[in-house]
């Protein structure tokens, strides 16, 4: 997880109108992929777009409120923390995000 500590290089994903609700954007930066959402709410979740358990594309999976279900075996990972949801475990990365002039940007820390 990110700290508020970590220095970051903000990286132009995609416009924020582009963005369709509960869909997923895969975003790639180097060799990260994330996987962008837009919530009812309007607020956007970017996290790792790998499940931790056989590695299915989160942004092709289903989003309902604040969690997506990995499109593989329904693994459910709650957006905000990343977290795996019980009974099932692990975790995947989360990256900040930011709306700038209508351009949604993902935080990626830079290297130390």
């Known amino acids: 997880m ?3 500590s970590e220095q970051m290089v903000w990286v132009q994903a995609v416009s924020y109108e582009e963005l369709a ?3 997923g954007k895969t975003i790639r930066y ?3 992929e994330v996987a962008l959402f837009k919530l009812k709410s309007g607020k956007l979740q ?3 777009n790998r499940c931790p358990h056989k590695e299915g594309v989160l942004a092709e999976g289903i989003v309902c409120d604040d969690h997506v279900f990995c499109p593989m075996h329904d693994r459910k990972i709650h957006l905000p923390s990343g977290l795996v949801q019980a009974p ?3 975790c995947v990365q989360t990256y900040v995000t ?3 002039n209508g351009t949604v940007y993902i935080g990626f820390p830079t290297s130390k």
């Open 2 to 4: 990110n700290t508020q």
């Open 21 to 23: 609700f509960y869909t």
């Open 30 to 32: 180097q060799d990260v």
């Open 46 to 48: 970017a996290l790792q």
């Open 88 to 90: 099932d475990t692990g």
């Open 98 to 100: 930011k709306v700038d």
